[in-house]
């Protein structure tokens, strides 16, 4: 069984730096594109990042370009996510997503979830 698991969350003021990380547990064996959403309250669940499993690709939703970057940690199926000069409106929860599909932009696709992990940001 895949599980996936959020790591890194917490209130900052604006301008500040936070890194997220995720791990896939489980079925290591396959090599997973693994992806970055977030959802604000009342907010549609929103695109951030994805890498696919060899780091040769890798895409941002046009609010977090410039600011966020997404990489593989050291370990396989694992990935992080670097999120500076954060802005009130970067705040939500943040959900690691993990597909053996492809590269998608999008939700659907992504068959294993994390449980989210809130970030919050302070003007």
């Known amino acids: 069984q895949v599980q996936v698991a959020e790591s890194g969350g917490g209130s900052v003021q604006a301008g500040d730096s936070l890194r997220l990380s995720c791990a896939v547990s489980?079925?290591?064996?396959?090599?997973?594109?693994m992806a970055w959403f977030r959802q604000a309250p009342g907010k549609d669940r929103e695109f951030v990042a994805v890498?696919?499993?060899?780091?040769?690709?890798?895409y941002y939703g046009d609010s977090v370009k410039g600011r966020f970057s997404i990489t593989r940690g050291s370990a396989k199926n694992t990935v992080r996510l670097q999120m500076n000069s954060l802005k009130p409106e970067d705040t939500g929860v943040y959900y690691c997503?993990?597909?053996?599909?492809?590269?998608?932009?999008?939700?659907?696709?992504?068959?294993?979830w994390g449980q989210g992990t809130q970030v919050t940001v302070s003007s």
């Open positions: 890498i696919n499993s060899k780091s040769l690709n890798t």
């Open positions: 997503a993990a597909t053996t599909r492809g590269l998608y932009l999008i939700s659907e696709p992504y068959e294993y």
């Open positions: 489980g079925r290591t064996d396959s090599n997973y594109v």
